[in-house]
Each structure stands twice: as C-alpha cells, then as structure tokens.
C-alpha cells in the first residue's frame, strides 16, 4: 500500500513560481510511475507531467512544457513539482499519483494510488 501527500500549493501572481511536493510513505519501484495531475473546477481531471521511479521522464502536458518541471529524490520518498512563470490557467487541484504497471500511463483510471490534493490559485 501506498500513500501519498502533497504539500506546497498556495496562493500566488501570475508569473509567480511555487514548489509541490509529493510524500510517499510504503514501497515505491522503479516501474512505478508518478504523476502529477490537475483539475480545475468543471474540468476533467488531466495528467500534467509524469516520471518513472526510475528517474525516466515520461509525460509533460504541452500546456506546461517549458514552465513546469519534475523530479524525485528516491532517499526522501518524495516527487517534486517544480512551476514556474504561472498563469491564471495553471490554477486547480493539483494531486500526486502512483500507478504499479510497468506500461505508465497518463489517464487517471490507469492510477492506483492518489493523494488528496493542493489548491494552487494563480491570481493578481
């Protein structure tokens, strides 16, 4: 079993940056992979970058390429987002995700553990 728990989200201006973090407590494999997803309000939920435990970068929505960026650090058992030049459209809830299959996918079904959520709120 594994959960997860982000932290990091918050309140900022366009153009502003901010950090999250994903904690995960149990066993974490190299096949797993984690994503970071978002959904705003009447919006489906979207996968916006997603990692191999291995370190292999899989998945950056185009929306974000350029702006966001993630990584791991395996000692801490944490998953990192890293945001940078924010828009107002980057605002939601932002949830850290594991799925076990060897594959990694980018469609929430595929997910086999999720986090509770950050409010990221992108406004002047």
């Known amino acids: 079993q594994v959960q997860l728990v982000e932290s990091g989200g918050g309140l900022v201006q366009p153009g502003e940056s901010l950090r999250l973090s994903c904690a995960a407590s149990?066993?974490?494999?190299?096949?797993?992979?984690l994503g970071w997803f978002r959904q705003a309000p009447g919006k489906e939920r979207e996968c916006v970058v997603a990692?191999?435990?291995?370190?292999?970068?899989?998945y950056y929505a185009d929306s974000v390429k350029g702006r966001f960026t993630i990584s791991r650090d395996i000692a801490k058992n944490t998953v990192y987002l890293q945001m940078n030049s924010l828009k107002p459209e980057d605002t939601a809830v932002y949830h850290c995700?594991?799925?076990?299959?060897?594959?990694?996918?980018?469609?929430?079904?595929?997910?086999?553990?999720w986090g509770q959520g950050t409010q990221v709120t992108v406004s002047s």
């Open positions: 995700a594991a799925d076990r299959n060897t594959i990694g996918g980018t469609r929430p079904t595929e997910y086999d553990y």
């Open positions: 149990g066993q974490i494999y190299s096949w797993y992979t």
């Open positions: 990692i191999k435990w291995s370190g292999v970068t899989i």
